[in-house]
């Protein structure tokens, strides 16, 4: 058989550059190929229906994954500027009287933006 003949001389040239340390552009692009060649045999598995919808719904949702990721952000950047804004002038502030070890407490959670981004995170 021709074919099987192939398959053995590719696995054999692929073991060899496996061995052998030399990087070019055409043996990254063989590796690509049978790369692809193996996506294929995936794809005509019939047990693998199940995960080839699964990765194709995460693949097509990525877009609107990363806008909730941004107005979640947006969010959080919100509630942080908030709460600092608030637990400063209440602490600092005239009129309360908080003791020294409470104040450096608020201050290290919620003292600055960043400080009230990653206490809040």
């Known amino acids: 058989n021709w074919f099987d003949l192939l398959l053995v001389l590719l696995w054999i040239f692929d073991t060899v550059l496996a061995i052998v340390p030399v990087e070019s552009p055409v043996l990254r692009l063989a590796r690509l190929v049978r790369l692809i060649r193996l996506v294929k045999l995936v794809r005509a598995v019939q047990g693998f229906d199940s995960l080839i919808i699964m990765t194709t719904a995460l693949k097509d949702s ?25 637990l400063v002038a ?32």
Do not use: C, K, P
């Not at 450096?104 to 960043?114: K, N, Q, V």
């Open 62 to 86: 990525v877009n609107a994954l990363f806008w909730v990721a941004m107005i979640m952000l947006v969010v959080e950047m919100m509630f942080a500027l908030l709460l600092n804004q608030v």
């Open 90 to 121: 209440l602490v600092f502030g005239a009129g309360h009287e908080y003791s020294d070890a409470d104040q450096t407490l608020l201050f290290e959670y919620f003292g600055t933006f960043l400080r009230a981004m990653l206490t809040m995170f």
